[in-house]
């Protein structure tokens, strides 16, 4: 048998010159040594050198064009068995099949012609139009090469040809030349696919859809936290379809009565054995009630108590959209409880937020127990709570609890009062004993406060908590004489005035966190709506509003303020003086000029900070500004002492306002000039009224902000989309690994630990343990036994410890444990030493013994208590680890400032901060 024998030649260089030509340059003839076949090549064209000598200086750049058709030859001549060498295989494909040389034409559902009115004849798709031109182009290649015309003529065609087909799948080609540019832009193939607006991102993943609604937001703190307000006119519009069972037929019957105009009503009903769906509006509804069966399908109206989804755009964590339990009322705008605020990042001035109605049982079920607000009330980034208490809920519980806050029984129960509504109507409330009893009966703000944590003896719940308020002396505890040491004991409020760090978002040490914690979340979110009735309240009885008199500014204030100025204008001028003359000492590397900026920057924006302090000195106890800035609810006190004092220092880019026209910043001062005035400082406050000048300088660091503020906020969004994207199919295994949606292993287990953020109690670990054990000794007091020596705490515990249920736990979280225990001993043989008690177990129930007592009980439950939390902490198999990274990155960076300025001076601006060096991170950029 004859073997077929192949031929295999070395190619040249394969280069795309043009648009779509593609050229081999094999025959160049510039070389020392000429490949003989190229030789055979250039003899072949010695005839035509004969006869045109214009030939022979073309040779030598002779280029072989690569046309669809050579290729396409090409790839028919190799052989079957050389295909797996190209990585292919041959049943799926040949390497032929990789030149189209079949247009594929669309259905017509792709392409659709518009049938208009206005002109006759139709209007054809851009795809349409495309097709036509190709077949066209086609007949005419075809009439050319009949007729005869010149072969220059038939390239062209053959060119345009080929364009045309190119712009049909991409019509936004780069460098057509400009005779073949096509009149009209077309959408090719590629443009319906790709992008934000294309098919895969526009009608796939994100689409419009049915059972939504979308209207303008407002408060209403009556509303539970897990509630929402739907408007009467929306609930009438969004059905649920419900089948009808033995429970519910009666109520059917008369929703279907009441039909679709009347709320609660129902549109449709689907019956079972037709399929067929009647419309309510018309025919006898009557009949149709009585003709309800178990098994249809009654498509009813929104009602009380219907689970529905609620989410605010733009939705940069998993917090942005959460289960609320509908409440249908009158008016026109969604309402829901200001504590909900923060995870949504809404205000009330216009936002609009979007409702979705869940179409099955398991849906609603799925909704509530993932997504409800009471199951989300803590960040999944760092395990914060985020649904807390806001602005007047924080000022009312903290003028609640001021020291000198008294009531009599009327006012009291009315207060009280306020918190039996909804759900809570029948809870039974007792009165503590009032703290004052002669000459007239006063109960305290504190014991008012302490009621809504425990509003009975009925109720279970023993908080416990103690923290440092925000205005905290620094020594004595809760014998701090501003009352911001918190102490609340068994759910009563003992001393501290509560503020945004026990009751607000972002802390740990808030009350609603420590229910969560140690009582579950329906108690947390219980306290939370209490609270947010009793202090709008309280606050709208009590009265509570600012006015120009609360930031009039007093005599001394004002001397202090112009004795301030001058001495800092003093200082400038000095500084000035010594550059003039040459005295300046230079800071390290920066030049003369360079060192007086960050000098007098410093100066001046020191006065700005010590008018601040001033304020605060001479400002009353009752300034509603400054109430607001010491609880937390709005506000700082550099607000305040720029409303009052002086506005200070405008920086543009982190240093003074630089020059703009010949040498100085405006036209009113001179050229050259230093002056804090002349560069941007405003020695006015808001109050007294800004110059000219002033205003000009103000406006400029005013716009700054803005444009700063609107460039972050893409470059955020976008950073946090391409996030997403590369880490949203990692996913938490049973195996506790981290792996990607193709099984790669991303993590041996989860953060290292395999614990969740959300669940993590203290900063960086999993429990604070001594808030655990001094919470189980308020718990059980166990008052009868013995309290453990040193050495009995140690032996006792490590006994429990190697119990099996502490198998789960892991090595290190024992030791931690371990540790902690022995600091425990260490401090009660300190107490006993001290006081001189041997440890022999003298029976005597000597006052002593309760110093630092632990029993065995409590330790028992001690331990228990930290098992139990520890292993609720683990994280859930199955959970998008990677989707809630991207994430909890995103979100921060969108709220994170763009530059981080720098008022006190620094000569050069520091560019290793802010959204700029996260962007350096994530990029992997080499070049910094």
């Known amino acids: 048998k004859k073997k077929t024998t192949h031929i295999y030649l070395l190619a ?148 345009f040809l080929q364009l045309q087909c190119a712009l049909y799948i991409n019509s936004e080609l780069s460098g057509i ?192 127990v993932l997504m409800g607000t009471k199951a989300n009330l803590v960040t999944p980034r760092n395990g914060e709570p985020l649904i807390a208490a806001i602005q007047d809920f924080l000022t009312g519980a903290y003028l609640l609890t001021l020291k000198d806050t008294f009531f009599d029984r009327a006012k009291a129960c009315q207060i009280i009062a306020s918190i039996l509504v909804g759900k809570d109507e029948k809870v039974k409330v007792r009165l503590p004993p009032p703290a004052i009893l002669k000459p007239v009966t006063l109960w305290t703000g504190k014991q008012v406060f302490s009621l809504i944590l425990k509003p009975s003896d009925d109720c279970p719940v023993k908080a416990n908590l103690r923290t440092k308020g925000k205005q905290y002396c620094g020594k004595g505890e809760d014998l701090c004489y501003n009352d911001s040491y918190v102490t609340i004991q068994n759910s009563e409020l003992m001393s501290g005035s509560m503020d945004k760090g026990t009751l607000g978002s972002g802390s740990k040490n808030n009350i609603f966190y420590i229910l969560l914690r140690d009582w579950g979340q329906v108690e947390a979110a219980d306290a939370m709506s209490r609270l947010a009735r009793l202090a709008p309240v309280y606050l709208s009885n009590r009265g509570f509003s600012i006015g120009i008199g609360d930031v009039t500014p007093g005599q001394g204030l004002l001397k202090a303020k112009y004795e301030l100025l001058n001495a800092g204008y003093k200082k400038c001028d000095e500084y000035i003086e010594a550059l003039n003359t040459g005295k300046l000492q230079q800071q390290p590397g920066c030049t003369a000029e360079e060192t007086l900026e960050a000098l007098i920057l410093k100066e001046l924006s020191v006065i700005r900070d010590h008018a601040g302090s001033a304020c605060l000195r001479e400002l009353d106890k009752s300034n509603s500004p400054l109430i607001m800035a010491l609880c937390g609810s709005k506000g700082s006190f550099i607000n305040i002492s720029q409303m009052i004092a002086c506005v200070g220092q405008q920086a543009i880019s982190g240093s003074r306002v630089p020059d703009g026209f010949e040498n100085r910043s405006l036209p009113h001062f001179e050229k050259h000039s230093k002056l804090p005035a002349a560069k941007g400082f405003v020695a006015n406050s808001f109050y007294s009224g800004l110059t000219p000048t002033e205003f000009f300088f103000h406006t400029m660091a005013g716009r700054e902000g803005l444009v700063d503020t609107a460039v972050k906020t893409a470059e955020t969004g976008y950073m946090q989309r391409r996030l997403v994207k590369s880490l949203e199919d990692l996913c938490s295994q049973y195996d506790l690994t981290v792996r990607s949606s193709t099984g790669d292993i991303i993590q041996f287990i989860y953060g290292g630990d395999g614990l969740d953020p959300a669940a993590m109690e203290g900063k960086d670990e999993p429990l604070e343990f001594k808030r655990v054990l001094d919470n189980i000794r308020a718990v059980y007091p166990c008052r009868s036994e013995p309290a ?110 763009l530059k981080t300025f720098h008022f006190a001076g620094v000569a050069s601006m520091n560019i290793t901060l802010g959204v700029p060096r996260i962007k350096e991170i994530i990029n992997a950029s080499k070049a910094i």
């Not at 099949?97 to 208009?116: A, E, G, K, Q």
């Not at 929402?228 to 069972?245: G, Q, R």
């Not at 079972?272 to 769906?277: E, P, V």
């Not at 502490?806 to 225990?821: P, V």
């Open 177 to 368: 030349p400009l005779n073949m540019a096509p009149k009209k832009w077309t959408r090719g193939f590629v443009q319906r696919l790709k992008g934000k607006q294309g098919r895969f991102r526009g009608n796939l993943s994100g689409k419009r859809v049915d059972f939504s609604g979308r209207t303008v937001i407002s408060p209403d703190p009556n509303l539970r936290i897990d509630e929402v307000a739907v408007p009467i006119h929306v609930a009438k519009i969004l059905t649920f379809p419900e089948k009808v069972n033995k429970a519910n037929i009666d109520f059917m019957r008369k929703l279907v009565r009441n039909g679709p105009d009347a709320h609660p009503g129902a549109n449709f009903i689907q019956q079972r054995h037709t399929q067929m769906k009647r419309f309510l509006k018309y025919g006898n509804r009557e009949k149709m009630a009585q003709e309800l069966k178990f098994g249809d399908i009654v498509e009813r109206h929104l009602i009380d108590g219907d689970i529905v989804l609620f989410n605010r755009q733009p939705s940069l964590h998993k917090l942005s959209i959460m289960a609320h339990i509908a409440r249908v009322k009158p008016h026109r705008t969604f309402r829901f409880n200001e504590c909900v605020c923060t995870p949504y990042n809404a205000d009330f001035d216009g936002d609009e937020m979007n409702l979705h109605l869940p179409q099955t049982e398991e849906a609603k079920a799925e909704a509530l």
């Open 12 to 159: 040249g260089t394969v280069k795309k010159c043009g648009l779509l030509k593609i050229i081999h340059e094999k025959y160049k003839t510039n070389k020392k040594v000429v490949d003989p076949i190229v030789s055979t090549f250039l003899q072949s064209f010695e005839t035509a050198i004969e006869h045109n000598k214009e030939v022979e200086p073309l040779l030598g750049r002779a280029q072989e064009n690569l046309n669809p058709l050579v290729v396409l030859n090409l790839f028919k001549r190799i052989p079957a068995e050389d295909i797996p060498l190209l990585l292919m295989n041959p049943e799926a494909g040949k390497p032929s099949d990789l030149i189209l040389t079949r247009v594929l034409v669309p259905p017509l559902c792709i392409r659709p012609s518009v049938v208009s009115d206005l002109k006759s004849g139709t209007n054809e798709d851009d795809l349409t139009m495309k097709l036509t031109e190709i077949i066209f182009l086609n007949d005419v290649i075809k009439k050319h090469r009949i007729s005869g015309a010149k072969t220059q003529m038939i390239m062209e065609d053959w060119d």
């Open 788 to 897: 453990l020596s040193k050495h009995e705490l140690v032996l006792t515990s490590e006994a429990i410890m190697k119990k099996n249920e502490f198998l789960c736990c892991r090595d290190s979280f024992l030791q931690e444990i371990k540790k902690f225990i022995k600091g425990v001993s260490e401090k009660i043989k300190k107490t006993r030493d001290k006081y001189g008690i041997n440890d022999n177990g003298t029976t005597e129930p000597r006052v002593l013994y309760q110093l630092d007592r632990i029993t065995p009980t409590q330790l028992e439950k001690f331990l228990e208590t930290c098992r139990d939390k520890y292993m609720r902490a683990q994280m859930e198999p199955g959970s998008a680890v990677g989707a809630l990274c991207a994430q909890s990155i995103g979100e921060p960076g969108t709220q994170m400032t």
